[in-house]
C-alpha cells in the first residue's frame, strides 16, 4: 500500500491538485505493480512565508 505525502506551496486550484493526484497514481501504479485503489496520497499545503530557500522566505519574493 503505497503512501504518497506531497508538501507544496499554498496557491494550486482543486482542478491542479485533482489533475496532480491522478497522475501521480497513475505514475505509482505503472511503476510499482500496486492498484490505484491501494494507493493513497496526502497533499500537505503551506503558507508561502512558512517556506524559504536561501535565506529568503517565498513571500518576500
Do not use: W, Y
Not at 5 to 13: D, F, H, P, Q, Y
Amino acid at each position: 500500500m503505497p503512501l504518497i505525502n506531497i508538501k507544496m506551496l499554498e496557491g494550486r486550484t482543486l482542478e491542479q491538485k485533482k489533475e496532480l493526484v491522478k497522475k501521480v497514481t497513475d505514475a505509482v501504479a505503472s511503476t510499482t505493480g500496486s492498484t490505484p485503489e491501494r494507493i493513497s496520497i496526502v497533499i500537505e499545503e503551506m503558507p508561502k512565508h512558512h517556506f524559504a530557500r536561501a535565506g529568503v522566505l517565498e513571500s518576500e519574493k
